[in-house]
Structures are given as structure tokens and as C-alpha cells.
């Protein structure tokens, strides 16, 4: 008897320290919003359900942030730091905290209730060493009183399945916790049966996507309000390739929870992927007119009329998010500043998001190209038999305050991982352009040749920088 029980003793050791090594740690810290009324707290209850479908994907361990663990002791005495500063950490703290308890990812989460029928979120996921986010996701989650529950739910599992897919994709799936083998002198316990949702388990953690449709199939013909079945039917066809069924499946799905923001943004985004702007901007205007109240539809509006160039109408379209601090809603108003040429606005920093990389890149590289044209344009003008020297130089000095904005207005943003690399050649490419601006200007004061040959220099590493920056064609 002792021996069986030693031999069992060693099979679960030896399983959870495999488990230990393979299974990275993740440090959870909910951030939460101070209430306004002391009967009312806004910050929902997501600590268990997200423990759950993060454990479901079997790619980290999860650890959720408590003030009193040793490790946020011992960062606090090490730092010379009150006591209180556990209650409300930063992230500098919260990462010194996941290095002391030696994990390798701090995720931070805020969902809070927000307007009446909306949930708000808001997660960030580091990586130890890493100096910008690693994934990033923000937005608004539509409820009635009777799906909050499954708004909640579909929301962490999609978040879940989301940083599964964009930020764990290269970890390993760590197998099931084996059960251990049975004792001589016990009966063995019967297998459990060959249910649909095994079946699906099993062939997502074979890889065996195409086969995992069937079973998956039949879990939404037994429970067709299940939202988390549907998303996942979608995330699967994507991952196939199967545009075209995708798009059935979140028409079908839309059907059952037209309000859903998760439903309409993915419906946005084949809409996007499979028509020409023009059709995208008609189907998103009367897609918001049968669900006015959707920020998701909205700002995937305002997003196809900017890259179109309609910027009145994108500035109507954003017009009942004023007064609205989201980021995402302050990084479409930063957009928009860009795209009006209304450098001069100043404000706090704006947290800026890669989904939106080609709009942005459009909008810097339309201002590149006409501050370029203009440098290029007053060396023309000089080069006349009468220049009109005063003309030129109120224009060249006018040049070089504008371009001074537009570098005030590039720096306001706080690129996230997706943005780090195009913001650094873009912010470095709007001081050489600055540099070339105040030799132009210069040149028309002094009409010395030097400045001139150095404007021009300038100009051409400036452009290069921009060419640096522009988004790479999946």
C-alpha cells in the first residue's frame, strides 16, 4: 500500500512540476474605478470566470495581484514605500511585483459598468523586458438586463481567446491535468462519455480545426443562445480561411444578439476585408441607423469616412462621443486633428492603436508630403530672375511654425507595440523635415547656397524615414 501510494505521490509531483516549467506565470491585476456612489460599485466581478477561460487555453498560469502577498512586501521595503501604495499600485510597481514572484507577463484588466446597457473594458498585457505592451484591447460591450450575464462572460472568453490567438500564438499547450492511475485495490472509474464538447476539446488541442467544426455544431444546434459556441465557430472559419462561412456565421449570430459589440465589430471587419470603401461606408450607415446606440459601428464609421477623406462628416459621426474619455474615442479625435491640419490643439497624450496603423500612416504621410512639396517649392521660387525675397521668406518662416506643430502634435502620441517602430521613424522624420524647414528659412535670409544644399539633404532622409514607417501588407 505504501508503495502505491509513493508511486502516486511521484506521478502527481512529477506532472506538476512539468506543468511549472512548461506553463509560464501571469501576474492579473484588476484595475479598479473609485465609485461614485458607495452603494453602487461599477467594477464587475471577472476574477473567477476570467481565471477559467484563461485556464481553458493552457498556456499561462494565472496569478491574480493581492496587497498582501510577500512578493508586494518585499517590493515595497526594497523601494522605501508606504504600506498604501499596495492598494493602488502603478504599473512600474505591478511589474517590479510579477519580477519578484517570477513571472514572465503582468496583465492588467478594467471593466467597469458603464452607461446604462454598456460594460467598458480595458486590457494591457507586458512582458518582463519589454519596454511597450505587448497586446492591448479596449472597447464597449452592449447588454440588456437579460444578457448581462452573457455579455460578461462573451466578453472574457473572447478576451481569453483573443490573447490566445495575438499574444500566446508561439506557447505551448500544456496537456490536461492527467487523473491518476487507479489503486489495486479500487475499481477503475468509468470513462466518461464521447460528448460534444470532448470531442471539440480534443480536436482543438490536436490543431484538428476542420474537424472540430462538426461537434462544434452540434453544441450551438443544442444551445443556440450559447455566444461563446458562435465566436468560437467564427474564430475557427477565420483561422481556416472560411471568409465566406464566417461571415454566415456572424449573420447568424447577429440574428439572436443584434446589439452584441463583439458580433458588429467582427461584422465591421469582414464587411471591411470583402467590399470597396464607398459599399463599406453605405452598409456601416445603415447598419448604425438600425443600431444607433453601437460604438463599435461608429467608430468603425468614422474610421471608413476619414480613410476616405470625408473629414466633416467623420467629425458629425464622432460628435455624440464628446465628452467621452475613452481612449479609443480620444485616438479617433487625435486622428482627426491630424487629418484637418489642426496642429495647433494641444492636449494630453493619446494612447494610439495599430488596428488603426494605415489611417494614421496616411494622414502623417500626407503632411510629409506637403511640407516636402513646399521646401522643394520655395527653392524653385528662389531660383526665379525676380524673386520676390520678402514673400518667400514670410512663407518659409511660416513653413517652419507649421512643421514645429505637426512635431508637437506626432509627439502627443504613445504608440502600443503594433505602432512602436513606424511612431520612432515617423517622429524622427518630422525633425529632419523641422531641420530642412529652418535652412530653407534661412537660405532666404542669407541666399547662402549651403543652406540650401542642406535643406535638400534633409528633405530626402525626412521622406526616407516616412517610406521607413508605412505599414507592411499582410
Known amino acids: 500500500m505504501r508503495g502505491v501510494s509513493a508511486l502516486l505521490l511521484g506521478f502527481l509531483l512529477c506532472w506538476q512540476s512539468l506543468s511549472a516549467q512548461q506553463a509560464p506565470l501571469m501576474l492579473v491585476y484588476q484595475e479598479r474605478v473609485p465609485a461614485s456612489n458607495p452603494e453602487e460599485d461599477p467594477n464587475l466581478p471577472i476574477q473567477a470566470p476570467l481565471t477559467a477561460f484563461l485556464n481553458e487555453i493552457r498556456k499561462v498560469r494565472v496569478e491574480w495581484y493581492q496587497p498582501t502577498h510577500p512578493a508586494v512586501q518585499q517590493v515595497l521595503q526594497a523601494r522605501g514605500l508606504a504600506p498604501s501604495r499596495a492598494e493602488q499600485p502603478d504599473t512600474s510597481l505591478l511589474m517590479q511585483v510579477a519580477r519578484a514572484m517570477g513571472a514572465t507577463y503582468m496583465l492588467t484588466v478594467r471593466c467597469t459598468n458603464g452607461k446604462k446597457g454598456q460594460i467598458q473594458y480595458a486590457?494591457?498585457?507586458?512582458?518582463?523586458?519589454?519596454?511597450?505592451?505587448?497586446?492591448?484591447?479596449?472597447?464597449?460591450?452592449?447588454?440588456?438586463?437579460?444578457?448581462?450575464?452573457?455579455?460578461?462572460?462573451?466578453?472574457?472568453?473572447?478576451?481569453?481567446?483573443?490573447?490566445?490567438?495575438?499574444?500566446?500564438?508561439?506557447?505551448?499547450?500544456?496537456?490536461?491535468?492527467?487523473?491518476?492511475?487507479?489503486?489495486?485495490?479500487?475499481?477503475?472509474?468509468?470513462?466518461?462519455?464521447?460528448?460534444?464538447?470532448?470531442?471539440?476539446?480534443?480536436?482543438?488541442?490536436?490543431?484538428?480545426?476542420?474537424?472540430?467544426?462538426a461537434p462544434l455544431r452540434t453544441l450551438i444546434n443544442q444551445e443556440p443562445t450559447n455566444l461563446a459556441y458562435r465566436l468560437q465557430l467564427i474564430q475557427i472559419y477565420r483561422q481556416l480561411g472560411l471568409e465566406g462561412l464566417a461571415a454566415q456565421a456572424v449573420d447568424d449570430a447577429l440574428a439572436l444578439f443584434p446589439d452584441d459589440?463583439?458580433?458588429?465589430?467582427?461584422?465591421?471587419?469582414?464587411?471591411?476585408?470583402?467590399?470597396?470603401?464607398?459599399?463599406?461606408?453605405?452598409?456601416l450607415q445603415h447598419k448604425l441607423r438600425e443600431n444607433p446606440a453601437s460604438s463599435t459601428l461608429r467608430l468603425h464609421l468614422f474610421d471608413a469616412l476619414l480613410a476616405a477623406g470625408r473629414t466633416d462628416e467623420a467629425?458629425?459621426?464622432?460628435?455624440?462621443?464628446?465628452?467621452?474619455?475613452?481612449?479609443?474615442?480620444?485616438?479617433?479625435?487625435?486622428?482627426?486633428?491630424?487629418?484637418?491640419?489642426?496642429?495647433?490643439?494641444?492636449?494630453?497624450?493619446?494612447?494610439?492603436?495599430?488596428?488603426?496603423?494605415?489611417?494614421?500612416?496616411?494622414?502623417?504621410?500626407?503632411?510629409?508630403t506637403d511640407f516636402a512639396n513646399e521646401i522643394l517649392d520655395l527653392r524653385r521660387l528662389a531660383s526665379d530672375p525676380a524673386p520676390n525675397w520678402k514673400q518667400l521668406r514670410e512663407r518659409g518662416e511660416k513653413l517652419v511654425q507649421q512643421i514645429l506643430e505637426f512635431g508637437q502634435w506626432v509627439g502627443r502620441m504613445q504608440p502600443d507595440a503594433t505602432l512602436q517602430k513606424p511612431y520612432q521613424h515617423v517622429r524622427f522624420g518630422a525633425q529632419l523635415l523641422g531641420q530642412s524647414a529652418q535652412h530653407m528659412a534661412r537660405y532666404l535670409l542669407s541666399r547662402n547656397n549651403e543652406e540650401a544644399e542642406q535643406a535638400a539633404t534633409l528633405r530626402i532622409e525626412a521622406l526616407r524615414e516616412l517610406e521607413s514607417a508605412q505599414p507592411k501588407p499582410e
Open 315 to 368: 467629425e458629425t459621426v464622432l460628435t455624440p462621443f464628446q465628452n467621452t474619455d475613452l481612449p479609443e474615442v480620444r485616438w479617433r479625435e487625435y486622428l482627426l486633428q491630424g487629418a484637418k491640419r489642426r496642429y495647433a490643439i494641444t492636449g494630453e497624450p493619446v494612447q494610439g492603436f495599430g488596428e488603426q496603423a494605415g489611417l494614421w500612416w496616411t494622414i502623417v504621410s500626407g503632411a510629409f
Open 261 to 283: 459589440e463583439t458580433l458588429l465589430n467582427l461584422w465591421a471587419r469582414s464587411l471591411q476585408e470583402s467590399h470597396d470603401p464607398p459599399q463599406v461606408i453605405e452598409a
Open 123 to 213: 486590457c494591457t498585457l507586458w512582458q518582463l523586458g519589454r519596454r511597450a505592451p505587448l497586446w492591448q484591447s479596449e472597447g464597449i460591450q452592449q447588454f440588456t438586463d437579460e444578457t448581462y450575464q452573457n455579455a460578461l462572460m462573451s466578453l472574457l472568453r473572447t478576451l481569453a481567446m483573443r490573447m490566445n490567438q495575438e499574444a500566446f500564438a508561439d506557447l505551448p499547450t500544456l496537456p490536461e491535468k492527467p487523473q491518476p492511475p487507479p489503486t489495486p485495490q479500487s475499481q477503475p472509474p468509468s470513462l466518461p462519455a464521447d460528448t460534444p464538447q470532448k470531442r471539440l476539446e480534443q480536436l482543438i488541442r490536436e490543431g484538428r480545426l476542420r474537424e472540430a467544426i
